[in-house]
Antibody
């Protein structure tokens, strides 16, 4: 069974930084494409970005509002994917989920970690 | 930017059929998937590649995708199916996944 556990959320002031982690098990992580998805309070789901497997180039893609501020990386030796969030804005507040992706879909989801950007 | 539009809400009686639509330009040329989100819980994939059910998802869930519309159908809807449902597709133009606006399914 696939298992994803996010951590690193918390309260941060506008302009600050946070680094989220997602520890994975139950699948071959080195082959995995991984995404981050968020949900602001009272809003819908928003895809944040993804990282491909190293065999597929290890490249990243991001949604427009976070380009240049957020960065996704991975440590295959620890089966972990990271989301580095800089220059945080109040509109970045929400629950952040990591997903293990199939070719075009989120095959499994973590339980989420809450990020609050507020002064 | 690419957009996927869903009706805000769908109401259905227990045992009846609920149909949730997702509209986007030439969506039928893409693979659509659907995730179920209940309050306080993580989302769960219920349909992928238009009409494939993940392991563990009941047979009452089915999907289709043609033209500009993808549809998730729940036959014999049960109270446990009450949730918010989101469609999703990959947009090659922006190199990004796009989620639909979400549909709250209420089982009356």
């Amino acid at each position: 069974e696939e298992h994803l556990v996010e951590s690193g959320g918390g309260l941060v002031q506008p302009g600050g930084s946070l680094r989220l982690s997602c520890a994975s098990s139950g699948f071959i992580f080195t082959d995995a494409w991984m995404s981050w998805v968020r949900q602001a309070p009272g809003k819908g789901l928003e895809w944040v970005g993804r990282i491909k497997s190293k065999a597929s180039g290890g490249t990243t893609d991001y949604v427009a509002p976070v380009k240049g501020r957020f960065s996704i990386s991975r440590d295959d030796s620890k089966n972990t994917v990271f989301l580095q969030m800089n220059s945080l804005k109040t509109e970045d507040t929400g629950m952040y989920y990591c997903t293990h992706d199939g070719f075009t879909y989120p095959a499994s989801w973590g339980q989420g970690t809450l990020v609050i950007v507020s002064s | 930017s690419y957009e996927l539009t869903q009706p805000p809400s769908v109401s259905v009686s227990p045992g009846q059929t609920a149909s949730i639509t997702c509209s986007g330009d030439k969506l039928g040329d893409k693979y659509a998937c659907w995730s179920q989100k209940k309050p306080g819980q993580s989302p769960v994939l219920v349909m992928y590649e238009n009409n494939k059910r993940p392991s563990g998802i009941p047979e009452r869930f089915s999907g289709s995708n043609s033209g500009n519309t993808a549809t998730l159908t729940i036959s014999g809807t049960q109270a446990i199916d009450e949730a918010e449902y989101y469609c999703q597709a990959w947009d090659t133009g922006t190199a990004s996944y796009v989620f639909g606006t979400g549909t709250k399914v209420t089982v009356l």
